[in-house]
């Protein structure tokens, strides 16, 4: 069965970076596409970013945009989120979704805890 | 802000039927049919319950549906269970090949 798990996150203080891996498996990795969701500490779901199936094309929130950068690995089954200039309001669960058609999520990981404190 | 507008929480007693709207503009759920809903209990990642407005994912009761009339989409939930009370959100696909996600409703089950 599907099978996403995220890993990476941890305890980091402003303007640093860290980067989130999200494993793959139970499924053929290279004909779907991926989004990054985030939800902090009490609050709704947040978007974040998302790469297409080929890699062809990725879109990033304006909040992420030019700190954060999805990418992916197909020989490892692997995506990845890089994330620069860590900002106190970038804490939050971050969960890895596998598309299923123009932006539904049909598979989630566990989620991976991201936080920013000085 | 959220970008989708949904009411923060609804109640219903079980066996009951609910509506959650969520309204967005014409660059987002007026855009596409790429409107997805998920639920949410405490702790738990989304699980997807709706998605391309009307579609159900294998192993989702058909209890739960969407539909969308312009710039508004709605998720209806009939014959309320009590494992239903949990978090709801909308999504949609946007004309910039963006994702926006409404705020979250609460759903009790009294």
Same mark, same amino acid.
């Given at each position: 069965q599907v099978h996403l798990v995220e890993s990476g996150g941890g305890v980091v203080q402003p303007g640093r970076s860290l980067r989130l891996s999200c494993a793959a498996s139970g499924f053929t990795f290279n004909t779907h596409g991926f989004h990054w969701? +985030?939800? %902090?500490? #009490?609050?709704?779901?947040e978007w974040v970013a998302l790469? @297409? #199936? !080929?890699? /062809?094309?990725?879109?990033? %929130? !304006?909040?992420?945009?030019?700190?954060f950068t999805i990418s992916r690995d197909d020989? +490892?089954?692997?995506?990845?989120?890089?994330?620069? /200039?860590?900002?106190?309001?970038d804490t939050a669960v971050?969960?890895?979704? +596998? !598309?299923? /058609?123009? $932006?539904?999520? /049909? !598979? @989630? $990981?566990?989620?991976?805890l991201v936080t920013v404190s000085p | 802000q959220p970008a989708l507008i949904q009411p923060a929480s609804v109640s219903g007693s079980p066996g009951q039927s609910i509506t959650i709207s969520c309204t967005g503009t014409s660059s987002d759920v007026g855009y596409y049919n790429y409107v997805s809903w998920y639920q949410q209990h405490p702790d738990k990642a989304p699980k997807l319950?709706?998605?391309?407005?009307?579609?159900?994912?294998s192993g989702v009761s058909n209890r739960f549906s969407g539909s969308k009339s312009g710039n508004t989409a709605s998720l209806a939930i009939s014959g309320l269970q009590t494992e239903d009370e949990a978090d709801y959100y909308c999504s949609s696909f946007t004309s910039t090949t963006t994702l926006v996600f409404g705020g979250g409703t609460k759903l009790t089950v009294l």
């Open positions: 969701v +985030r939800q %902090a500490p #009490h609050k709704g779901l790469i @297409w #199936h !080929d890699g /062809s094309k990725t879109n990033y %929130a !304006d909040s992420v945009k030019g700190r020989s +490892r089954n692997t995506l990845y989120l890089q994330m620069n /200039s860590l900002r106190v309001e971050y969960y890895c979704g +596998r !598309d299923l /058609s123009y $932006g539904a999520g /049909s !598979d @989630w $990981g566990q989620g991976t | 319950i709706i998605y391309d407005v009307y579609n159900r994912p």
